[in-house]
């Protein structure tokens, strides 16, 4: 238990709280912690949401899986934080995606009951459960805007200006591989190999492994100019 209230004070929806009022908060709910192995799935695609998942330990990926057998990351949660959150209050709330557990994974489960309860106990909670919903639904947007854009390049680059923006540095880490960078882009990831060298010859950037640098900002602006 305390090494989930470890995890538990440090993930955004109870910003805000001590441990002390963290365990007076959940006092009263039913939760439920499972454990998953390394690639065990924890909901399938189509699969009901009823409740909100919590990463206690370990790491998942949201894929999407067609019927040929590709797979797609869609994106990667690490330890502390959330899933279902939008889909558990939606009126169609089953799963979009697989959700699967990519190492050894724990995660805790609360209702949907429990969490209207939560958000009428305390204030707190209820001001970060917003701020989660409203910070998803503008992640969603972007991902969107991105992929409307036409061309690898200017994809790339609208990518790179919001890492930019975010981390407000030339340097820009990127936690995901090449491979994962060109599904969030949905291109082929040769093509994003290749862009990224021409970017680099037309001294807009340079990169080396997960670091891409950010060599000249005004082309990089440009680059979303037709």
Known sequence: ???????????????????????????????????FAKNEVIAIENSKCTSLGIIIK????????????????????NTGNIFGEALVFSGENVYPSTIMSIDETKILFVHKNDIIDLCKKNDIFLNNFMTVLSDRILMLSGRIRNLSYETIRKKLAIMLLDEYK???????????????????????????????????????????????????LNLLEECLID
């Open 1 to 35: 238990m305390k090494d989930t209230l470890e995890t538990l004070i440090k993930c955004v929806l109870f910003k805000g709280l001590t441990m002390e009022e963290i365990v007076k908060l959940l006092g009263g709910i039913s939760i439920n912690l499972n454990a």
């Open 58 to 77: 370990g790491k998942v990926e949201i894929q999407k899986i067609f019927p040929s057998g590709k797979i797609i990351t869609l994106n990667t949660f």
């Open 166 to 216: 975010k981390q407000k540095n030339l340097f820009l880490t990127f936690q995901c591989t090449r491979k994962k960078m060109a599904e969030i882009l949905d291109v082929p990831r040769p093509s994003l190999s290749r862009e990224l060298i021409n970017m680099r010859d037309d001294g807009i950037i340079d990169f080396d492994k997960n670091v891409i640098k950010i060599i000249n």
